[in-house]
């Protein structure tokens, strides 16, 4: 008898934790152990209980510890990627095709090449190094009268991108993603770093909300395939910082130079 009590205690502690709602600890454990996103995406549509915290500083901390858009984006209940059209060739990152009409490894890519050669590179995400609320307080006075709105400006490391293009205006492509989600911004240096308008913040009586930032650069968007989309500015980009803002404390990054 005393041999079975402890293997019941810890047969009852694997039930217990079998039973436990999937929280934003699990899925960065999946993530450290380096399964992929389609298989924690999967995870999490599967899981029967689900305790995630998904207010903007959780999100922001998942960023930080590379969890993938995909699956913040399932944590928060949005629609999963588009499924690959039957038939199709299965996904392959952008060094192994230049064929803007064939799907991809999910994200932005940026076309260095030219019209008859085109050449993909996949933009990057810097990382988010702070963020803060620009006018809070005049704007909180402002929001106990009956309405006030404020932004969002996130930091980030390094003055300049990795990736550049003379290339003017550029053309970038979409895979997975929805390019009217990412609105395009300016990125202004500040010091060793950057930093960009990410969301805009409304206050009243009714409480507080959130919107992604307003676009800097008007894009022209055009269907290719099923999830897969290209985006142009619609003039000509001054030289600078650029990127594509994703809501909440993220951006695809690129700069265009003289």
Same mark, same amino acid.
């Given at each position: 008898?005393?041999?079975?009590?402890?293997? *019941?205690?810890?047969?009852?502690?694997?039930? %217990?934790?079998?039973q +436990?709602?999937? $929280?934003?600890?699990?899925? @960065?454990?999946?993530?450290?152990?380096?399964?992929?996103?389609?298989l924690?995406?999967?995870?999490?549509r599967q899981?029967?209980?689900?305790?995630?915290d998904?207010?903007?500083?959780?999100?922001?901390?998942?960023?930080?510890?590379?969890?993938?858009?995909?699956?913040?984006?399932?944590?928060?209940g949005?629609?999963?990627?588009?499924a690959?059209?039957?038939?199709?060739?299965?996904?392959?990152?952008?060094?192994?095709?230049?064929?803007?009409?064939?799907?991809?490894?999910?994200?932005?890519?940026?076309?260095?090449?030219?019209?008859?050669?085109?050449?993909?590179?996949?933009?990057?995400?810097?990382?988010?190094?702070?963020?803060?609320?620009?006018? *809070?307080?005049?704007?909180?006075?402002?929001? %106990?009268?009956?309405? +006030?709105?404020? $932004?969002?400006?996130?930091? @980030?490391?390094?003055?300049?991108?990795?990736?550049?293009?003379?290339?003017?205006?550029?053309?970038?492509?979409?895979y997975?993603?929805d390019?009217?989600?990412?609105?395009?911004?300016?990125?202004?240096?500040?010091?060793?770093?950057?930093?960009?308008v990410?969301?805009?913040?409304?206050?009243?009586?009714?409480?507080?909300?959130?919107?992604?930032?307003?676009?800097?650069?008007?894009?022209?968007?055009?269907?290719i395939?099923?999830?897969?989309?290209?985006?142009?500015?619609?003039?000509?980009?001054?030289?600078?910082?650029?990127?594509?803002?994703?809501?909440v404390?993220?951006?695809?990054?690129?700069?265009?130079?003289?």
């Open positions: 008898m005393r041999r079975l009590i402890p293997l *019941l205690l810890l047969t009852l502690s694997f039930t %217990a934790a079998a +436990a709602p999937m $929280s934003n600890a699990d899925v @960065v454990k999946m993530v450290d152990a380096g399964l992929s996103e389609q924690i995406i999967a995870t999490i899981a029967p209980a689900k305790n995630f998904t207010r903007p500083e959780a999100l922001i901390d998942l960023k930080s510890k590379k969890v993938p858009d995909g699956v913040i984006l399932a944590m928060v949005g629609p999963a990627p588009p690959a059209t039957p038939g199709a060739s299965p996904s392959m990152p952008a060094s192994n095709s230049n064929d803007p009409a064939q799907m991809h490894e999910r994200g932005i890519y940026l076309d260095l090449g030219t019209a008859s050669s085109p050449r993909l590179v996949k933009l990057t995400q810097p990382k988010i190094t702070g963020q803060k609320v620009g006018g *809070l307080g005049s704007s909180m006075m402002m929001g %106990a009268f009956g309405g +006030a709105k404020t $932004s969002v400006k996130y930091e @980030v490391r390094g003055a300049k991108s990795q990736i550049r293009t003379s290339s003017n205006p550029p053309t970038f492509y979409f997975g993603l390019p009217e989600d990412y609105p395009l911004m300016t990125m202004n240096v500040k010091g060793d770093g950057r930093e960009f990410g969301l805009r913040l409304s206050h009243g009586f009714a409480g507080s909300s959130q919107k992604g930032a307003k676009p800097d650069v008007e894009v022209k968007i055009e269907k395939g099923e999830g897969i989309a290209s985006a142009t500015p619609v003039s000509a980009l001054k030289p600078g910082e650029y990127g594509f803002a994703q809501g404390g993220g951006i695809y990054e690129f700069a265009i130079d003289k």
